[in-house]
């Protein structure tokens, strides 16, 4: 049981590339979310899916795309990465519904220059 | 407007102090409030409060939610440099998880 795992754990962009950020969980939650953190800002909630083929803005989604294909993967896509992207970007999940206790992935570094 | 606000926003204590971080929020239509540990890394989860007046222990430390003056404490006793980390607070809607910005603990040994 690996829980939730994310890839890379760093990444250096220029300003304008695209990327995509790998995210997948192994306990058959339903939900899945993508959080920022910045310092003093908190984590932030940029898009999230209640199931596959269900997704959903957060409070930051501008400059991120999501898709959920299957209930184990939620990819966060960078279109044209811009500096103000840099972050610390965390992935979770959690079964929906209910109270929840989420599950939070390691998490990845990114840099944009 | 922050829906979940976190008092102190840093706090530096001796090891075998008390301390008791804060965290107020606005909604008042949630499932449920979370409390998770950071260091360095992911959060780690400590507790889930759902009603009012009921404390949650795990060791040193303890929680409660009061649900009249939307609030919750968090309280560690007896703290060790272990308890070092940033403690969020986050309140779950049933589609949202809203997160306070963390109070960061220092112990001094």
């Known amino acids: ?113 | 407007e922050d829906k979940v606000v976190q008092s102190p926003l840093s706090l530096v204590v001796h090891e075998g102090d008390t301390v008791t971080l804060n965290c107020s929020y606005e909604v008042t239509n949630f499932r449920s409030l979370l409390w998770y540990k950071q260091e360095k890394k992911a959060p780690t989860f400590l507790f889930m409060l759902t009603s009012s007046g009921i404390e949650k222990k795990s060791g040193r430390l303890s929680s409660i939610l009061d649900k009249k003056e939307l609030f919750s404490i968090l309280n560690i006793t007896a703290t060790q440099t272990g308890d070092s980390a940033v403690y969020l607070c986050a309140l779950y809607t049933g589609n949202q998880f809203y997160f306070g910005t963390g109070t960061s603990l220092t112990v001094i040994p």
């Open chain 1, 1 to 113: 049981n690996a829980g939730v795992t994310q890839t890379p754990k760093f990444q250096v962009l220029k300003t304008g590339q695209s990327m995509t950020l790998q995210c997948a969980q192994d306990m058959n939650h339903e939900y899945m979310s993508w959080y920022r953190q910045d310092p003093g800002m908190g984590l932030r909630l940029i898009h999230y899916s209640v199931g596959a083929g269900i997704t959903d803005q957060g409070e930051v989604p501008n400059g991120y795309n999501v898709s959920r294909s299957t209930t184990e993967d939620f990819p966060l896509r960078l279109l044209s990465a811009a500096p103000s992207q840099t972050s610390v970007y965390f992935c979770a999940s959690s079964y929906w519904g209910g109270t929840n206790e989420q599950f939070f992935g390691p998490g990845t570094r990114l840099t944009v220059l």
